[in-house]
C-alpha cells in the first residue's frame, strides 16, 4: 500500500539532483512518513556547468513531473484516489521556482529556503507564500521577521549519514576546505 495511516501525507516538491539538501531531507522523510515527490529533474548542460561530472549517484525523475510552470493542481490531479497531502513542502535547489498556482493549495504549505544569503530579496517574496518558512541561514530568520514574514525558523542544514558518514583514512592534510560560492 501507498500509504500508512499512522503517517503524515507530505508532497515534496523539488528538482531532483542526488547532491541537494531537499535529496536528502527526501531519504530522511521516507523513513518516516508518507511522501510523493513532484520537480523536474538537473539538466546535463547544468551538471556541466555547475561541475558536478563527479557525482556519482543517477539522477532520478520525481513520482510526478512539474515543470517551472506546471500547475500544482495539475500535480494533485495526478496522485493516487485516496491520498491527500497533510503537507506540502518545497525545497529550494536554485533551479527551480514555486507553483504558479500556489494560493489553490488548501494543507499547510512550508519551504525550505538555503541560500538566502545569496536571495535574500526573492526569498522573502517566496516566503509570503508559504504557512511555515525554514531557512538555511540563521542570520536571516529576524531579519525575514522584522518584514512581516510569520512563522519563520532556523533549520541548519544537516546531512545524511549513510552518505556522509564518518570514513577511516588516513590523515593528510592539516587544513582542509569543501564547499563553493
Same mark, same amino acid.
Given at each position: 500500500?501507498? /500509504?500508512?495511516?499512522?503517517?503524515? +501525507? ?5 528538482? $531532483? ?16 512518513? !508518507? ?9 546535463? @548542460?547544468?551538471?556541466?556547468?555547475? !561541475?558536478?561530472? &563527479?557525482?556519482?549517484? @543517477?539522477?532520478?525523475? /520525481? ?5 517551472? +510552470? ?15 497531502? =497533510? ?9 527551480? !521556482? ?5 494560493? @489553490? ?13 545569496l536571495y535574500s530579496d ?8 508559504? =504557512?511555515?518558512?525554514?531557512?538555511? /541561514?540563521?542570520?536571516?530568520? &529576524? ?7 510569520? +512563522? ?9 549519514? &549513510?552518505?556522509?558518514?564518518?570514513? &577511516? ?10 564547499? $563553493?560560492?
Amino acid at each position: 500500500s501507498f /500509504q500508512d495511516k499512522k503517517k503524515k +501525507n507530505i508532497l515534496l516538491d523539488y528538482v $531532483s539532483y542526488p547532491v541537494t539538501t531537499a535529496h536528502y531531507m527526501e531519504r530522511a522523510l521516507r523513513k518516516t512518513q !508518507n511522501v510523493f515527490t513532484c520537480g523536474a529533474m538537473i539538466t546535463r @548542460e547544468l551538471i556541466e556547468r555547475w !561541475n558536478l561530472k &563527479e557525482m556519482k549517484w @543517477e539522477v532520478k525523475p /520525481q513520482d510526478f513531473y512539474r515543470g517551472c +510552470n506546471t500547475s500544482i493542481m495539475q500535480v494533485m490531479k495526478l496522485l493516487p484516489k485516496g491520498w491527500n497531502p =497533510d503537507l506540502y513542502l518545497w525545497i529550494e535547489t536554485g533551479l527551480d !521556482n514555486i507553483p504558479p498556482d500556489i494560493k @489553490e493549495l488548501k494543507m499547510p504549505k512550508a519551504c525550505y529556503l538555503i541560500d538566502t544569503h545569496l536571495y535574500s530579496d526573492r526569498h522573502k517574496e517566496i516566503a509570503r507564500y508559504f =504557512d511555515f518558512v525554514f531557512l538555511a /541561514q540563521k542570520e536571516h530568520v &529576524e531579519k525575514f521577521k522584522a518584514e512581516g514574514v510569520k +512563522n519563520v525558523y532556523w533549520l541548519p542544514l544537516g546531512c545524511d549519514p &549513510e552518505i556522509h558518514g564518518k570514513t &577511516e583514512m588516513p590523515k593528510k592534510y592539516d587544513v582542509g576546505f569543501v564547499g $563553493s560560492v
